[in-house]
T-cell receptor, first 115, second 115 residues
Framework: AQSVTQLDSQVPVFEEAPVELRCNYS??????LFWYVQYPNQGLQLLLK??????LVKGINGFEAEFNKSQTSFHLRKPSVHISDTAEYFC?????????????FGAGTRLAVHP | DAMVIQNPRYQVTQFGKPVTLSCSQT?????MYWYQQKSSQAPKLLFH???????NEADTPDNFQSRRPNTSFCFLDIRSPGLGDTAMYLC??????????????FGPGTRLTVL
């Protein structure tokens, strides 16, 4: 069975500092990997996805993630965060089930950017 | 813009009083999903419609039902809400078929409070 572990429930960081949000997955088959962002009282917005090809994936809002198959990780990074990046971030893995791609989410990481 | 719309954004109901949440989409996607997200937790898939075919997750309580009268609309019915059903309910859509990955697009969510 596939699962996703987000290693940090909360990450406090100062504005303009770099940040890394960690995500590990378990799967015996090839997977698709995603990062979603959720602002307060909002739905989920896709930040970036890894389907195949280059292991370094660039997304919106200056975020990027690196797929590391040997370490089964898909960590999210941003070189310089802004106050507006304060949100909940979810890592997810997709598996094919019944002919469609089922998303399995991690527990989330709350990023708090302080001035 | 093509989008996923959820109404209402906020809903308060009394313990045991039936409630219906609405989702509509202008993307013409053939799959619609309902997720439950409790406070500080990851979204959890309740069920989905693949065209007209209803697919229930094994651990979704019988108290939760869904209807999809046409391609554009999908409803979540909670027959007798309990206090534990207080959560954000997220609707998502995707276009499936063809064997490749297809992104899920999320609505803004309905925050349900059961008193």
């Amino acid at each position: 069975a596939q699962s996703v572990t987000q290693l940090d429930s909360q990450v406090p960081v100062f504005e303009e500092a770099p940040v890394e949000l960690r995500c590990n997955y378990s799967s015996s088959v090839s997977v698709y990997l995603f990062w979603y962002v959720q602002y307060p009282n909002q739905g989920l917005q896709l930040l970036l996805k890894y389907l195949s090809g280059s292991t370094l994936v660039k997304g919106i809002n200056g975020f990027e993630a690196e797929f590391n198959k040997s370490q089964t990780s898909f960590h999210l990074r941003k070189p310089s965060v802004h106050i507006s990046d304060t949100a909940e971030y979810f890592c997810a893995v997709s598996r094919v089930s019944g002919g469609y791609n089922k998303l399995i989410f991690g527990a989330g990481t709350r990023l708090a950017v302080h001035p | 813009d093509a989008m996923v719309i959820q109404n209402p954004r906020y809903q308060v109901t009394q313990f045991g009083k039936p409630v219906t949440l609405s989702c509509s989409q202008t993307l013409n996607h053939n799959v619609m999903y309902w997720y439950q997200q409790k406070s500080s937790q990851a979204p959890k898939l309740l069920f989905h419609y693949y065209d007209k075919d209803f697919n229930n997750e094994a651990d979704t309580p019988d108290n939760f039902q869904s209807r999809r009268p046409n391609t554009s609309f999908c409803f979540l019915d909670i027959r007798s809400p309990g206090l534990g059903d207080t959560a954000m309910y997220l609707c998502a859509t995707s276009r499936e078929g063809g064997g490749s990955y297809n992104e899920q697009f999320f609505g803004p969510g309905t925050r349900l409070t059961v008193l």
